[in-house]
């Protein structure tokens, strides 16, 4: 048996290596597991190689169309090679940073497949042979990997996961993508700016429908006006490899069967708990779905043992695994938590970006909640004239009774980075009212957010007033 640990986390992406490093911070003798690069999925084959490509993508796009802003540009190209190197260089920049902040803050780093067995033994199988740990607490962390559904055909080599087209050499000169949320609309982004045929097949009447519908209504309208050719309420049949190599996605939609054939297919409907070779033999969690049960304290069945992130039901994403990682640490510590895990940011980078926090306004009825409403249109918006942007909106939600703002719902420039205020409103219960105590800077795209504000509570300057009924 080797060392024993106060904590031992078991994944070091973004839920894990901070959950690690804010333990470590409160002087408990900590360790994490991990049998691939430090950085999780978010690090190496998610978020930050996503953007990347996104931004070079845009870039190339920008410089295209440069001459809406008097500046030509002639010969634009690209070489698909250097992006990939490029999106590389940024994973490889951050993930050396974590390893640098994991050392700096003495948490031991053990390199290998990490599984949990009885009484708090984590075994760890390296290259050079296996070891097992003792915990005082144990924090798994594994993470996902992507969802492939039982469909025929999603098994031929044509057809990719997420990770797989990351790691392609070569632009693709066309592709299908079976789903229509974050992920697929990101990377249909992506390679339509770079001159990709690009079809999507979504299943759901419309994309990303888990946010707001006019939110999915716009974004149908732009990508389609990009050249996305976009199947929505298709149900997904089987997918054929044809004699000339392509390969054929059928799909039913409107009742008639239809055939859309592309160099390749991106499986790309979501993720799934990565728990394989995560439990002992004797070891069994409570289990729904293939997550790991927690309660409010992400306490798994086992005592003494948390499981976070993509493990555990809810949305997948980075920064929610990071402020559980944070939350179960400081519970350990025995710290009151510092940060709300309940009120969660969506985005989605593509052009215009999109953001949204709290409930939105259908959601709210739903739930028998009393609302005003207050929207911004930012054609009308000094920096977003200024940078031609497609037309987008802001929207907030307000409690009809007290103004406390308790959603809000963005497509447009930078919106990814202004949620961030409407996210301390909502947490906090700051109202309109208080939100419009500072002024804000022009122009700047953030401008939008207090003239929604101020349309909720009817004092807008920009927007024509509401006609009364």
């Known amino acids: 048996m080797g060392e024993k640990f106060d904590v031992i986390v078991i994944g070091a992406g973004p839920g894990g290596y901070v959950a690690a490093i804010k333990a470590a911070k409160s002087g408990l003798r900590t360790a994490i597991v991990e049998n691939r690069r430090v950085g999780g999925t978010c690090l190496n084959r998610g978020c930050i190689p ?3 490509m996104i931004h070079a993508s845009s870039v190339y796009k920008e410089m295209q169309e440069g001459d809406r802003f008097g500046v030509a540009a002639s010969d634009v190209s690209y070489d698909y090679g250097k992006i990939v190197a490029y999106k590389e260089e940024t994973t490889d920049k951050l993930c050396q940073g974590i390893e640098q902040l994991l050392k700096a803050n003495a948490v031991t780093l053990l390199s290998g497949k990490g599984t949990l067995e009885k009484g708090k033994v984590v075994r760890v199988a390296g290259e050079e042979g296996e070891e097992s740990y003792e915990a005082e607490n144990v924090i798994l962390a594994a993470g996902s990997k992507p969802l492939v559904l039982p469909i025929p055909g999603l098994d031929l080599p044509g057809v ?5 087209l990351f790691q392609l050499r070569e632009r693709p000169e066309s592709l299908v993508i079976i789903g229509g949320g974050v992920i697929s609309v990101e990377f249909a982004s992506v390679y339509a ?3 990709c045929k690009v079809t999507i097949v ?14 999915s209504q716009n974004l149908k309208m732009i990508l389609k006006k990009r050249g996305i050719d976009i199947h929505t309420s298709a149900a997904v049949q089987r997918v054929e490899q044809e004699d000339d190599g392509q390969y054929t996605c059928v799909f039913t939609e409107k009742e008639k069967e239809v055939r859309v054939s ?8 979501g993720r799934c708990p990565n728990t394989d070779g995560l439990f002992g033999d004797n070891v069994e969690l409570d289990m729904e779905r293939g997550r790991v049960v927690v309660d409010d304290e992400f306490r798994t069945s086992m005592e003494g043992v948390y499981a976070i992130g993509d493990l555990v039901k809810g949305m997948q994403l980075a920064h929610l695994a990071s402020a559980q990682g944070v939350y179960v640490a400081e519970r350990i510590a025995g710290k009151e938590p510092s940060i709300d895990v309940h009120t969660v940011p969506g985005c989605v980078y593509t052009d215009p970006e999109i953001a949204s926090v709290g409930v939105t306004e259908d959601e709210a009825k739903e739930q ?15 920096k977003s004239l200024i940078t031609k942007e497609e037309r987008g909106f802001v929207k907030v939600i ?18 990814t980075d202004m949620i961030g205020e409407l996210v301390t409103a909502v947490v906090n219960r700051l109202t309109a009212q208080q939100l419009l105590k500072g002024m804000r800077a022009h122009p700047t795209y953030n401008e939008g957010v207090a003239e929604a504000l101020e349309d909720a509570v009817g004092e807008a300057i920009h927007v024509m007033p509401k006609k009364k009924r």
């Open 193 to 195: 700016n770079l001159g």
């Open 262 to 269: 592309a160099q390749y297919v991106l499986c790309a409907v």
């Open 368 to 382: 028998g909640i009393a609302v005003k409403t207050g929207k911004f249109i930012m054609s009308a918006n000094g």
């Open 398 to 415: 307000v409690e009809a009774d007290t103004d406390v703002v308790i959603g809000a719902q963005m497509m447009c420039a930078r919106a």
């Open 160 to 164: 990719l996961t997420s990770d797989e």
């Open 50 to 52: 996503a953007k990347a």
């Open 202 to 215: 979504e299943a759901m009447p419309r994309l990303i429908p888990n946010m707001d519908k006019e939110i």
